[in-house]
Structure formats: structure tokens, C-alpha cells
T-cell receptor
Framework: EAQVTQNPRYLITVTGKKLTVTCSQN?????MSWYRQDPGLGLRQIYY???????DKGDVPEGYKVSRKEKRNFPLILESPSPNQTSLYFC???????????FGQGTRLTVV | GQQLNQSPQSMFIQEGEDVSMNCTSS?????WLWYKQEPGEGPVLLIA?????ELTSNGRLTAQFGITRKDSFLNISASIPSDVGIYFC????????????FGAGTILRVKS
């Protein structure tokens, strides 16, 4: 079954404690991206990757890092989380930059 | 800020009514996508539009790619309780590398 898998689904952490949210897709897609969803703001892109070892900033990259060492995985790293990073995060993958994006189920992160 | 204006922000309608929502922008788009997000899930694609003027249906859903390439609408006919969710438009703009940008979403609630 074609899918995008994120882990964990829920996470509560403290300010400053490094964390990683994993994302994996099994569709051999080249393009992957991370979004955060906040009420009234829709989905805002954090980082994206056009292919292995090719990543770039989206619209709200501050406080986040990503890596793309393999085609299927695209982890999101928060080196020093802060409360304003409390949000619902989605990983997505697609064949190309502007074709249908398949989304994971989301990770609800709370930073206290 | 939002590059896509999606309206209305929310709708609370009677079961059986038709629903209409739209997205507009000052930029030209070459792709329009409409997604639905149910509680606790990631967005799922409903309809994809790739050509100006294109009108596409998916069951009770109909979407159109505006002729000016700056807008799109989604109609839902004869709404049912399971139509409840958040509907997002997304578009790609050639001027910005064809990356997808999302509207803020329309929250749909249905009274049965």
C-alpha cells in the first residue's frame, strides 16, 4: 500500500531538548517536504527536498533542520525546540514538485 | 503571509445543501489541487486540475481551474454528514519554482 509514515504521532517535550520526527515513503517519490499546520494559517512549508542530498528552505524554516540521505526517508530535526514550535506537522511526498502530494498522518508536537 | 485567499473560512450548513468554496490569488497558477482533511488525519487529494478552464468532477464534488489561472472553486452537491472536515486548496506557481502553496482552509460542518 502506497503510504507516507510519520513517527511519532504525538510528542510532548521540554524546551531545548533535541528531537527528531521521522518520515518514510514507499512510492519512490523524488520530492518530499515538511509542513506545519496552525489554526487559520493552513499548511506552511518548512523544508523540502528535490532528491537525495538536495534540500532547501521553505517558507518557515527557522528552528528546523532536515536531511535526505536516502530517497525514502526525510527526517525533521528540532535541535532546540521552543514553545512556538508547538504545532501539527505533516510530511508529504510527490513524484514532482507540483503533482499530487501524499501526506502522512501527522505528528502533534507540544513543547512546554 | 498567505499567497492564496481561501473563502469562506468556515461553513455550517444543513444536510442536503450545496456547498461552494474558492481560492483566489494575484499570481498565475499552473496547477490547482483540492484536499480534504478529516480529524486526526493528513490531507487527502480530492481533485487535481492542470489546465485553465478545466472542470472536473469526483462524485458529488466538482472543481474548476479558473480561466484567468488565478482562481479555482470547489462545489459539493447535496452535502452529507461525512463531508465534515477541512478543505484546502493548493496551487503551484511557475514564478516560484512550481512549489505548492496552500490556502488557509475552509472548515465545513454539516447539520443532519
Amino acid at each position: 500500500e502506497a503510504q507516507v509514515t510519520q513517527n511519532p504521532r504525538y510528542l510532548i517535550t521540554v524546551t531545548g531538548k533535541k528531537l527528531t520526527v521521522t518520515c518514510s515513503q514507499n512510492m519512490n517519490h523524488e520530492y518530499m517536504s515538511w509542513y506545519r499546520q496552525d489554526p487559520g494559517l493552513g499548511l506552511r512549508q518548512i523544508y523540502y527536498s528535490m532528491n537525495v542530498e538536495v534540500t532547501d528552505k521553505g517558507d518557515v524554516p527557522e528552528g528546523y533542520k532536515v536531511s535526505r540521505k536516502e530517497k525514502r526517508n526525510f527526517p525533521l530535526i528540532l535541535e532546540s525546540p521552543s514553545p512556538n514550535q508547538t504545532s501539527l506537522y505533516f510530511c508529504a511526498s510527490s513524484l514532482t514538485v507540483n503533482t499530487e502530494a501524499f501526506f502522512g498522518q501527522g505528528t502533534r508536537l507540544t513543547v512546554v | 503571509g498567505q499567497q492564496l485567499n481561501q473563502s469562506p473560512q468556515s461553513m455550517f450548513i444543513q444536510e442536503g445543501e450545496d456547498v461552494s468554496m474558492n481560492c483566489t490569488s494575484s499570481s498565475i497558477f499552473n496547477t490547482w489541487l483540492w484536499y480534504k482533511q478529516e480529524p486526526g488525519e493528513g490531507p487527502v487529494l480530492l481533485i487535481a486540475l492542470y489546465k485553465a478552464g478545466e472542470l472536473t468532477s469526483n462524485g458529488r464534488l466538482t472543481a474548476q481551474f479558473g480561466i484567468t489561472r488565478k482562481d479555482s472553486f470547489l462545489n459539493i452537491s447535496a452535502s452529507i454528514p461525512s463531508d465534515v472536515g477541512i478543505y484546502f486548496c493548493a496551487g503551484s506557481r511557475p514564478k516560484y519554482g512550481n512549489k505548492l502553496v496552500f490556502g488557509a482552509g475552509t472548515i465545513l460542518r454539516v447539520k443532519s
